[in-house]
């Protein structure tokens, strides 16, 4: 028996599994906000999220860009300037985003912002 996409949406939420819950609501999009109703409240978060990002004209980020963040995260935290500065050539892009603020450690966010590569406003 086929298990209904918003019966596995509510059950990964229960598992605590919310990237797979992401990524079933991303797919399924159009379904699942028809059928809103029937998502559990953490679900209903998630789908809230992930409408008001493409309201944003925001996309959310991929497996590769929070691997990027990691290794800014890991030479700022060994104070490795030199690596982090030829590491970032090329992924301006990546840190426009609003969300890749939230990934980024302290040492990351201090040493990106002396670069010029973010602005002040990052918390």
Known sequence: MKK??????NEKTEELDFSSARKYIEVNLTEVTD???????????????ILNQREKGEESLTREEIG?????????RRFDVR???MFLKG???LFLK?????YLNNDAKTLL????VVE????
């Not at 209904?4 to 949406?9: G, K, Q």
């Not at 609003?98 to 939230?102: C, K, Y």
């Open 4 to 9: 209904n996409v918003i019966e596995t949406i």
């Open 35 to 49: 059928q809103k109703h029937k998502l559990s409240r953490n679900a209903r978060g998630i789908l809230e999220h």
């Open 68 to 76: 990027e963040i990691q290794v800014v995260n890991t030479y700022a």
């Open 83 to 85: 690596a982090l500065k």
């Open 91 to 93: 992924k301006e892009k």
């Open 98 to 102: 609003s969300e890749t603020r939230g």
């Open 113 to 116: 912002l002396s670069l010029g």
């Open 120 to 123: 002040k406003d990052i918390s």
